[in-house]
């Protein structure tokens, strides 16, 4: 564990070097948080402060930083005993709602601490339903629900690791950061001064700017970041997250998802997280496996399915019709093209490659204003 | 510095952070020291005593219960931000049950401003009246009150002052003279026949002070005041040898009294006793009323009287007395208790439980009663209602506990475990009600006053242990039934 802990600290030393400031804070802020030390957290706290100010100058920052990781790799990572590295393990789940008759239909997948699988899937297709199933919301009809890490534990205390943020995230009553420290009272006992945590957490999701402010005076995204940075304070296991990232701008959504695969990777505090989202390919880019629902069955799943269908396809958006396009396109064994809201989907069998494809348009002088090949994403299970 | 108590205790203390308390009971405080001044430095005279001194508080009832009511909502506007149940954080053992003893130190502390304000009149009566033996002055009335006649039922033997052999003896007399008049008259018709004025003749004494009995006032222990015999015999002592100095000595003291505690009347001792000694045998010439006139039925008008408002100076003296001992006596203590504990049980079945779970059991559980009524109504036997009252506890507490274990039906569960929590505190009480009826009824088959049911007597004797008793079980059995079990319910799944 010390090695990895060292690891990470030269990463952050190196982002510092390389001039990616945001993302050594970000990093450094990881660290930190490994060592759940009131020290460290107090100096990296008064590094933030430092970086507001106006007398920042890189030298000088690099040389702070350097003395941070110095006492953290002296600190080390906190060491807590996680128990199984299994999370949950779902065997052949299924509930019917009898009133719709919608079913979730045999789930099977297992999670293991630091994983994360993304839930994707059109609307109304079951996505949260089998979020709050896992969560223990709901109860399955058929198969069963396990969490190896929790065997021992009651229902209750099993609940207070389950930690399921729902779409419409509920209004916090008082100052933003006496929400944070209450809930950091609850599960850091052994701790003096819970501030120092909420703070942590708060500066970690780059909130500090907000922290003095009340719910009625951040914007939703914000809302979802503070309630994220809640979330993390109560040390879950399993953190399912339903569409977390609809409130969020395009960058945020990136950071957060990042932040979040740091985070679930941590090597004092790791969970298993589930995100279901609209967002594919972003959700894609953080994931371990895709659970694709389609009617409450899983349709695809790309950890552990082999995947038969080995054609290619492509997202185009190109200036030209769809005729000139197939022209251009035709050396190549073209099967369909698809017209899809701005962007053309199209099809070739196996045996070729992007690359080809955009060879033969460079061919044809066709301009090519966004490409993506979408071959092994659920993003073809759209289509219609 | 208000500040920094709430970073401390958020972060050491969150219960108490959350229920606000260590704000709301300074505040509480002061609104009590506020009540008690008032009560304190309310204007104060001995006419008080016995002049409404209760119903004055009316607008000081009124006001605190508004007052506590106003500190209630804006308390509970901040308490009710945060549920750590509900949001599933992880408590310890005894946290709910910490969390339930708070709401009762809240609800006991901010229900009683009423009694502090009358704690503080009650201390200052009590220094307004440190001086007054009541016991002395009661004495002094009383002694006063042989030669003061108020009423002309007091002039019969049963009310007499006699030893009972001379009560007899008395009443032996008036048979005689009863039966000499009787076999006098000859006339069948007379009214002689009648019995009732003969009953009444016999039994009624001559209207003389030498006859006259009375033990107008008391204090609360009998025994500690001088007893009517002992009083007659000196005032019969005072008349017979003519002490008219120490009757009117007597009859001054009293006026004075009367005076002291602003008692209206019209006795003039002086020529009271002059017409007192001046009459035939101590004949009584003139019967005290209790108002200033009286309305006459035939005149149409009120004619003045004499008059002494003699229920006052009683007033004063058990007011008085009352002050000394205190109100605080176990009864209210325990009321307040009881409030305290259903308020705060009722407040933590909400935060035990969803919203929508809460209002359908507070909207079920009218539903319940309106059927038990009916269902008691019908079959037109009220002991009915008891046996379908323990019946439903029965089922409502098995359903819920087999329910909320086996992870089955989540709402109703809910709603039966909030009827069973709520129904807890009265299930006692009532078994112990009903137990003493039945043994009432046992008790009543034996005959005479002598002796009594054993078991009914322990029953009817041991109310308050009951009470107690059913505070501390109801407490024991939220710590170890009710509160796991509301974990229980939270973390189960929905249907």
Request: glycine share 4%; charged share 20%.
């Amino acid at each position: 564990m010390q090695e990895r802990f060292d690891q990470q600290l030269k990463e952050v030393h190196s982002h510092y070097e390389s001039g990616d400031l945001d993302l050594g804070l970000r990093r450094l802020l990881d660290c930190a948080i490994e060592t759940e030390n009131a020290e460290v957290f107090r100096a990296v706290l008064d590094f933030c402060e430092y970086l507001e100010s106006q007398a920042v100058q890189a030298a000088t920052t690099i040389e702070k930083v350097d003395i941070l990781i110095k006492m953290m790799a002296k600190v080390g990572a906190y060491y807590r005993e996680n128990g199984s590295d299994e999370v949950i393990s779902l065997a052949h789940v299924g509930k019917k709602y009898r009133n719709s008759g919608f079913a979730i239909k045999d789930i099977n997948f297992d999670l293991k601490l630091g994983s994360i699988m993304g839930l994707v899937g059109e609307n109304g297709n079951g996505k949260t339903t089998l979020l709050r199933l896992i969560a223990g919301e709901l109860k399955a009809d058929k198969g069963k629900v396990a969490y190896p890490f929790a065997a021992a534990q009651d229902e209750y205390a099993l609940k207070s690791k389950l930690i399921y943020i729902e779409q419409r995230i509920p209004r916090w009553h008082g100052s933003l950061m006496d929400n944070l420290i209450y809930t950091t009272a609850h599960y850091h006992e052994n701790w003096k001064d819970h501030r120092l945590w909420a703070e942590i957490m708060i500066a970690r999701l780059g909130l500090r700017p907000y922290r003095n402010l009340t719910w009625g005076r951040i914007s939703s995204g914000y809302r979802t970041r503070f309630e994220l940075a809640k979330t993390l304070l109560r040390r879950p296991k399993l953190l399912l997250l339903d569409e977390p990232l609809a409130n969020l701008d395009i960058v945020a959504q990136q950071t957060i998802l990042q932040d979040l695969k740091y985070m679930a990777n941590s090597l004092s505090a790791p969970f298993a997280m589930i995100l279901s989202s609209q967002h594919i390919y972003e959700v894609e880019k953080v994931s371990d496996s895709i659970l694709f629902l389609k009617q409450g069955a899983a349709q695809w799943d790309k950890k552990n399915q082999a995947d038969s269908d080995s054609s290619l396809i492509l997202e185009l958006e190109v200036d030209v019709n769809r005729e000139t396009l197939k022209n251009a396109l035709s050396p190549l064994n073209l099967q369909k093209i698809q017209y899809n809201g701005g962007v053309f989907l199209v099809h070739f069998s196996s045996n070729h490659s992007g690359a080809q494809v955009l060879s033969e348009l460079a061919k044809h002088e066709v301009e090519v204003h966004y490409f993506r090949n979408i071959s092994q994403s659920s993003r073809r299970f759209f289509i219609q | 510095m208000i500040t920094k108590i709430q970073a401390y205790l958020i972060s050491r203390y969150p219960l108490l952070w959350n229920t606000r308390i260590v704000f709301l009971l300074p505040i509480i405080f002061g609104i009590h020291m506020l009540f008690y001044l008032a009560g304190y430095f309310k204007h104060f005279n001995l006419s008080d005593l016995h002049d409404g001194y209760y119903y004055r508080y009316e607008g000081v009832v009124m006001f605190s219960v508004l007052l506590t009511a106003l500190l209630i909502i804006i308390w509970l506007i901040f308490y009710l931000r945060n549920n750590p149940l509900k949001a599933g954080y992880p408590l310890r053992r005894f946290h709910l049950i910490k969390e339930f003893f708070l709401l009762m130190v809240v609800f006991f502390s901010s229900a009683t401003f009423f009694f502090t304000y009358q704690q503080g009149v009650f201390n200052r009566t009590n220094i307004e009246t440190k001086e007054i033996n009541t016991i002395d002055e009661v004495n002094q009335a009383n002694l006063a009150f042989n030669f003061i006649a108020a009423d002309r039922s007091d002039f019969r033997i049963y009310r007499s002052c006699d030893s009972l052999a001379a009560r007899d003896k008395r009443r032996e007399e008036r048979l005689e003279e009863y039966y000499r008049l009787r076999d006098a008259d000859l006339n069948p018709d007379s009214d002689m026949i009648n019995n009732e004025p003969i009953n009444e003749s016999l039994d009624t004494l001559p209207l003389s002070y030498l006859y006259y009995c009375s033990l107008r006032y008391s204090v609360t222990n009998k025994d500690e005041q001088v007893p009517a015999t002992i009083q007659h015999d000196r005032a019969h002592r005072w008349l017979l040898s003519g002490h008219r100095d120490s009757v009117l000595y007597q009859l001054n003291l009293f006026k004075a009294l009367l005076e002291k505690y602003r008692i209206a009347n019209n006795l003039d001792p002086e020529s009271h006793v002059s017409r007192m000694f001046a009459a035939n045998n101590f004949e009584v010439d003139t019967i005290y009323g209790t108002t200033k006139s009286t309305y006459d039925d035939y005149l149409q008008k009120d004619i003045p009287q004499a008059y002494i408002r003699d229920a006052d100076f009683q007033d004063s003296i058990d007011q008085i007395s009352e002050v000394r001992r205190g109100f605080w006596d176990w009864e209210i203590i325990l009321f307040m208790f009881y409030y305290a504990f259903s308020m705060a049980l009722l407040l933590m079945s909400f935060r035990m439980t969803s919203i929508r779970v809460w209002f359908a059991a507070l909207v079920g559980s009218g539903l319940v009663a309106i059927l038990v009524s009916l269902v008691v109504v019908s079959s037109n036997q009220s002991e009915l209602a008891l046996y379908l009252i323990w019946l439903l506890y029965i089922l409502f507490h098995l359903g819920a506990f087999v329910f909320i274990r086996s992870r089955l039906h989540k709402f109703l569960s809910g709603v039966l475990f909030l009827w069973t929590l709520w129904m807890q505190l009265s299930i006692l009480p009532m078994i112990w009600g009903k137990l003493e009826d039945h043994y009432r009824e046992i008790n009543n088959m034996i005959p005479g006053n002598e002796v009594s049911n054993p078991t009914y007597t322990w029953l009817n004797r041991h109310w308050h242990e009951l009470l107690e008793f059913n505070l501390v079980f109801t407490f024991i059995l939220l710590l170890v039934f009710f509160m796991p079990l509301a974990k229980k319910w939270q973390a189960n799944p929905e249907e």
